[in-house]
């Protein structure tokens, strides 16, 4: 019998050099047997230049804007030379050119008539899947694997909400009819990640970092039988790695663990990842592509994965928390209804809520419409607003039903001000706010008692229930 499908998502720290290409072809070949579907982002780096290179046009600077893209077209060439033989080098060459040509002429649309930038952006940006996506399957065609590139806009059918579009039904089918003929014919279908088109064939992208979202879409459609997301760090980590540098890989989470994570900052998954994985009960496994060999993360239903106290902790900075303080709150009834309508309004997501008697305080990590926000919050009551905030959540099953944790963890950090704690509904996250400038303490002091100190509670949990014994 066949097996299901992998799907195999690189990010784009995995495809930043040649070597970065090699390590990738070389785990797509051990994969051969579990059908993968390959998805990619672009090359690291490049959609921070295809998005500065719009802003650049939008100032008025058509040519500055292309040309700013030629030392990041110039490595694809520089990692084709090196990698691909002069026939399917040249092919890629040629590509590169006539993509470098249609840029030009979109940046210089942009130029003479700014306001029509959000389709043409993500016109633009989608050119660093599609690169990546044509080159890799060319490098895997190169070490006699028998890779087809495949239009990644074919399958993802979003609606046009430009630059964070959200998939439509359709994708399930669309996917299937594009990808099973290639997987039936044992070829390994590439596509880029993160973009996708609308149902009248305007390209669109779902939103930073979203290749790991298409890789979660991509795999619900074809039912696959694991979504593995290859990245340059071993798993998901128990705290970021750029701040704490003792993080160590968590072997297992549950799906819920999971997406509290990748909501409250943890990079390494989108946060949209998890829910097709959900939906499809899909498992989805975190891997290092440059440590292949290393065991990385398993994220599975709650049901399968062991109860521990606490798993990670992630941050999130960039916060702004907005108060509103009312007398009207009191005992009434549709003052909260109001309070998020401005919200709606103003099509601005909130985090976290916290409520006393008479305010609310409420997060947002978009506060691009705050001066609208705060004037119609202020005909509700008194508003106050802070920035440069960051949400810290320290999660786990565990937390659910071990007392005390929030004490021990509280207790650590009393000379740090804290401000809107909160139990995630589903209380596996304790959340928390704290000043941007006292974060990487907090949580490298939290880490200190969660993972590392000897005498720590979670450990002592581990300990009491045998799951640990080094
Ligand atoms: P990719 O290009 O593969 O999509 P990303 O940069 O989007 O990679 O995500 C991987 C990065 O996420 C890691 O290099 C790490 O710095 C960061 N990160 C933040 N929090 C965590 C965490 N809890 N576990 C692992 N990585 C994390
Ligand atoms: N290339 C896109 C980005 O940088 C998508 C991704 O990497 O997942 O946001
Ligand atoms: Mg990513």
Known sequence: MTPNPTIMKFGGTSVEDASAFRN?????????????????????????????????????????????????LKRHVAIARELLNPESCAAFELTVAVTRREIRQLHKIIALHPVTHPPLQDEIVAYG????????????????????????????????????????????????????????????????????????GVTTTLGRGGSDYTAAIIGAALEAREIQIWTDVSG???????????????????????????????????????????????????????????????????????????????????????QVTSARMLGAYGFLRALFEVFDRHRTAVDVVTTSEVSVSLSIDNAGALPELISDLEELGAVEVEEHRTIISIIGEGLRSTPGIAARIFSEISDINVSMISVGASSVNLTFMVDESRAPETIKRLHYICFEAPENPVRHAELAAGEVTA
């Open 129 to 200: 899947e599609q690169l990546s996506a044509q080159l890799l399957a060319a490098v895997l065609r190169e070490s006699n694997l028998a890779a087809r590139y495949v239009d990644a806009r074919r399958c993802l059918r979003t609606d046009d909400n430009y630059g964070n579009a959200a998939p439509l039904p359709e994708t399930a089918a669309a996917t299937r009819t594009e990808l099973l003929p290639v997987l039936e014919s044992s070829k390994i279908p590439v596509l880029g990640g993160f973009i996708g088109s609308t149902d009248k």
């Open 24 to 72: 990738v072809a070389a785990v797509v070949k051990t994969a051969v047997p579990l059908r993968p579907v390959v998805v990619v982002s672009a090359i690291g780096g490049f959609t921070n230049a295809l998005l500065t290179s719009v802003q650049k046009a939008i100032g008025g600077d058509a040519r500055a804007a292309t040309r700013s893209l030629d030392p990041d």
């Open 236 to 322: 998901v980590l128990t705290a970021d790695p750029r701040i704490v540098n003792k993080a160590r890989t968590i072997p297992l989470l549950s799906y819920q663990e999971a997406a509290e994570l990748a909501y409250f900052g943890a990079k390494v998954l989108h946060p949209k990842t998890i829910q097709p994985a959900i939906d499809c009960r899909i498992p989805v496994r975190v891997c290092n592509s440059r440590a292949a060999g290393d065991a990385g993360t398993l994220i599975v239903a709650e049901s399968a994965a062991t109860p521990q106290t606490v798993k990670a902790i992630a941050h999130k900075s960039g916060i702004t928390t907005v």
